[in-house]
Every structure is written in C-alpha cells, then in structure tokens.
C-alpha cells in the first residue's frame, strides 16, 4: 500500500482512471469474468479517455441497474472486491480495529431490510465548529460547487435564500474542515459500509449545503427535494450528518423503505401489456416522481427521518427519496458518499493542499483501509 500510495499522491488526477484501467486488465486476464469484461468495453476500453471511460461505466451502472437482480450486484461488488485485494494489498481482507461482526450487527440488518440506519451522534463541539467554519466561508449555487474556490463568488446564506432553494459550501472549503476526515474514515463506518457494499468503501464524493425555509412557509420543491433515486455507482451509500435540528417542518430526509432493494421494483412491476409498460416508464424514464405515485404502486410508506444536530443517517439512495422543503427553519447537511468504485469522483481531484486534523494543521497520514477510502478524492492522506 505505500508503494501505491506514493503514485497516487505524485499524479493524484489519474488516480481514478488507473483504478479502472487496472481492474479492466484484471478482467480482461481472467476467461472466468469474460461476460463483465465483454460488457465492459474488453481491452478496447483500456485506450479511452477518460472522459469516454466515464460515459461506459456510467452506462454499465444504468444497465445492471435496469436489470433488477439484486444477486448480479452483489457479484459485481465481489469481483471488485478480488480485484482490490490484488491490486491494494495493503487493504486489510476485514477493516481492523472497530470490533466484531455483533459491533454492526443490527446497523447492517436494517441496511439490508430497509435501506437505512442511524449512527452513533457526533459531538456537538465538533457540530457547532461545522457549522461556523462552513457558515463563514459562505455558500454557491449547485451549479459551481465544482469550480474551485476563488474563482466562484461566495454569497451568505441571507442574500442565497431569495432565489434559491438550497446553496452549497464549496468543495474546497468542506474538505478543509478540521477534522473532516476523522469522521469520513472512521473505521466503525467503513466496516459497517465494507460489509453492506461488499466490497472496500472509497469515498467518492464530499458535500455540504444549506436548504432555505422561505419566509412565509416552504418553498415550492425542486431538483432533489422531488422524489427520485440515486445511481451514483454500482453500489453505493450515503452518509449524512445533520447540523442542525431536523424536524418534520425542518427539511427531513425523506426515504420509502425497502426500495433500494431491486427486488421490490421488481416484484411491484404488472407482469406484462401496458401496465408493465407503464410502470417501467415511471420508475426508468422519470427522473421525478411523486410521493401519490409511489405509494400507488408500490404499496409503501414513506419515513421522514429526523434528528438533532449530529444525527448520523447512513443511506442506500439508490431507494426512492428525496429532500422535504423545510418551513419553519433552515437545514444544514454534511454528506460523505462512498461507493466500490472511483466512479463520481475520480476525474476531478480536489486542488487543494489537503484536508485539516482537528487541531487546523495537515491532516495526518492514513494507512489501510483508510488510505484506501481516502486515496482518489484526498489523495493526499495516503
């Protein structure tokens, strides 16, 4: 791992691509993955740019997930997992010193069953230190939450409400937080994640933002406060930290149980003629959905998921869910998302001189399964 390490943070922009290329050649060698390695391009793939090679796994993604088999899944996530004990040997076969199986037993049993689970809390200094460090640095609209900082004009959260439904902290600066990395790379989280995923967690993306209440009650929902589902890779998760009090009239997580599980899409779909037509047009071809439509034709409740600040939600969100407009008071969101591949965010490293510990000096080095977690989208921890 610290061979590997050392490349990673001497060309950290191609980090993600050499993940990919690399499991590709692993594929390629083996006749035993030949239908995946034909699905994925073959050796052709290995000359692609990166942007192409993006647009076929993107494409790979869409397509194991129309397919509706659960088990399909769970094998690709196991093939990655071969590939990343060969490539990686320095990620431990089981993450290390975060207990036993029993540590995450009931944590992982409501993943499975539901698609979500609530995490030990975090501390409220370190909750009201987030909220002032993101507070202060200002926010941006969604749409230049990729540019880096100072080259996008921060806004406070007063002026940003007046047209916006939600604005973000800039990547930068969220990465920056001090002690951002304790959390993203806690070994009780990346062993709870690992064993859901079935395959090594890398962080794939970090993310902060603010939802604004309007003044007289809540805005009119938009983008991802409508219901919708995520694909942000083969299996992924998300884990969310609320920094500050989230109830019912605050913007709560909105989630319909069971499905992130593809078998219930698919034991909910009419066997054939129009009606299947139709449902496949609802749940494939819309990318927002209402929560009528859903209880329609899935028979499912949703939960509004609430908590104080420092509630820990961890997430499958390829399930239906969306954002609720709060009314009463703003909400404030730290998410993590990790997945078992490079996917969201190999092809955009951040350009920064690296995330802070808690004491606002370089965030030490990881080793392990935490470096591995850590080493396309903060390559520098590695």
Known sequence: MADTAARLRADPATAGVRWYRGFQEFICSNPSFAGIAKMLGGRDALALNPTDLFRLHHRAITTLHQGLNDGLLAAFAKLVEVYVGTAFPGVSAEPTQAGGTKDIGQSLEDMRHQGFTRLPTVDAERVTAFQHWFNEGGYIPAEDVRKPMGSVETRSAEILRHSLNLAYVPRDRVLQAPGLLDIATDLSVLKLVRAYLGAPPVLIDISAWRSFAGEGGAKDARDAQLLHYDLDDYRFVKFFVYLTDVD???????????????????????????????????????????????????????????????????????????????????????????????????????????????????????????????????????
């Open 248 to 382: 019912e009239c605050s913007g709560p997580h909105v989630f319909f149980p069971r499905t992130h599980r593809l078998e219930t899409i698919a034991n909910s779909m009419p066997d054939g003629g129009p009606e299947r037509e139709a449902f496949q047009q609802w749940y494939f071809g819309t990318l927002r959905k209402s929560d009528e439509e859903a209880r329609d034709r899935l028979g499912i409740e949703p939960v509004s998921l609430t908590g104080s600040p420092g509630t820990c939600l961890l997430v499958d969100t390829s399930g239906l869910h969306r954002g609720e407009p709060p009314s009463t008071r703003d909400r404030i969101v730290l998410q993590f998302v990790y997945g078992i591949t490079p996917f969201a965010g190999w092809d955009d490293p951040f350009e920064i001189d690296g995330p802070r510990g808690l004491s606002g000096g370089p965030a030490p080095r990881l080793t392990g399964e935490r470096a591995y977690a850590a080493h396309v989208i903060c390559p520098w921890t590695a």
